[in-house]
C-alpha cells in the first residue's frame, strides 16, 4: 500500500510533468488530503470522491486529491497503475480548473449526468 508521503511524492510528480500554463489562476495549488470522502448520493457506501475542484471567492481556486478515497477504492493496486489513476484524476480536476477559467461547464454536465446515472440506477435498485 502506498503511503500518504509517497502518494504526495507522487502527485508532486505528476504534477511536475504538466504544462506551466495549467496552474494559471490555480492559487492554491494541489492538496493532498488525508480523508476519505463519500458522496452525498453514495447508495450503499460505494461512491467515493477521489479529487475536487474548488473555487471561491476567499479561497481561491485549488485542487483536492483525497488520499483515504484513492486507499479505499485503488488500494490494491501496483504503484504504477495507482500512478494512472491518480493522474487521471488530476488531469480531470484541471479540466474543471480550465473550464471555470474559460466560463465553460461541459465536465460539470457530464460530472452531473453520470451522478444522475448512478442515482437513477440506485432508485431503480431499491425498487427491485
Do not use: C
Not at 503511503?3 to 504538466?18: H, K, P, S
Amino acid at each position: 500500500m502506498v503511503t500518504f508521503e509517497e502518494m504526495g511524492r507522487i502527485l508532486d510528480e505528476i504534477a511536475d510533468g504538466f504544462p506551466e500554463e495549467l496552474f494559471k489562476e490555480l492559487s492554491g495549488g494541489i492538496v493532498l488530503a488525508p480523508e476519505l470522502k463519500l458522496n452525498q448520493m453514495s447508495m450503499n457506501n460505494d461512491l467515493y470522491i477521489l479529487g475536487e475542484y474548488h473555487r471561491g471567492f476567499n479561497s481561491g481556486r485549488y485542487i483536492v486529491i483525497y488520499y483515504g478515497s484513492f486507499m479505499k477504492v485503488y488500494g490494491y493496486l501496483e504503484d504504477t497503475e495507482l500512478k494512472e489513476r491518480l493522474e487521471h484524476t488530476l488531469k480531470h480536476e484541471f479540466i474543471h480548473h480550465l473550464e471555470s477559467l474559460a466560463g465553460e461547464k461541459g465536465l460539470e454536465k457530464e460530472d452531473a449526468k453520470n451522478l444522475f446515472d448512478y442515482i437513477m440506477l440506485r432508485d431503480w435498485k431499491r425498487r427491485k
